[in-house]
């Protein structure tokens, strides 16, 4: 009987070091799980922080190229002080005046632009007659007339204004005409404009 207890009860002692034992293993194992799970993430984190980084790059790119895009503009008036014609045939109107001359592609010596790249490009002309002569005036593209408006004399002042959207190939000129028998007026007031810019390169 003695021996049976003692059996029995070396049995539960077992038992309970097992468990005593086995517990902290258990706990053992789950902490490591849980660091290899933080180490993980942190991994997965740094990836995350790479790819926004390369992210805020490539939104930051377009930017520099568009800083480096050709930028042209330019505005000019006549600097007349008085009248400008009428001549037997059509001449170029020649706008020395300068407003705003970004790019330097416009010469007030010929009154002539010249496309410094490909692109497509807005003009606009602006001029006035106020003698009984009429006013005729063309947008030509290299020797190519683009459009014409004309103003016949009513005695009172009139204006000729036009504008044009132009694809143009570096080097191609763009200028305004006086037709023959026809006249502009101006004086400081700057009656008399042409102006054009660079919409987008192509």
């Not at 005593?20 to 293993?25: E, I």
């Not at 008036?77 to 005046?97: E, I």
């Not at 592609?105 to 009154?111: E, L, R, V, W």
């Not at 497509?120 to 009984?132: K, T």
């Amino acid at each position: 009987m003695r021996v049976s207890v003692v059996l029995l009860l070396l049995c539960l002692s077992s038992v309970h070091l097992y468990r005593a034992v086995d517990q902290p293993v258990v706990g053992d194992e789950q902490t490591e799980f849980t660091q290899s799970q933080i180490e993980e993430l942190k991994k997965q984190d740094r990836g995350l922080e790479g790819s926004v980084d390369s992210t805020e790059l490539s939104a930051e790119e377009p930017g520099e190229e568009n800083s480096n895009t050709a930028k042209v503009a330019f505005s000019y008036a006549s600097g007349l002080n008085g009248n400008f014609g009428p001549h037997s045939s059509d001449v170029t109107v020649v706008f020395r005046k300068k407003i705003t001359d970004v790019g330097k592609a416009f010469s007030p010596i010929t009154g002539v632009f010249t496309a410094p790249l490909r692109g497509v490009y807005y003009f606009r002309f602006n001029l006035l007659g106020i003698s009984s002569y009429w006013l005729a005036v063309c947008l030509y593209k290299n020797h190519t007339k683009i459009l014409d408006v004309t103003k016949y004399p009513k005695g009172q002042y009139k204006y000729a204004v036009g504008g044009a959207t132009l694809l143009l190939q570096k080097g191609d000129h763009v200028y305004i005409k006086l037709r023959q028998k026809s006249q502009v007026s101006d004086n400081s007031d700057n009656h008399c404009t042409f102006s054009g810019f660079l919409l987008f390169p192509m």
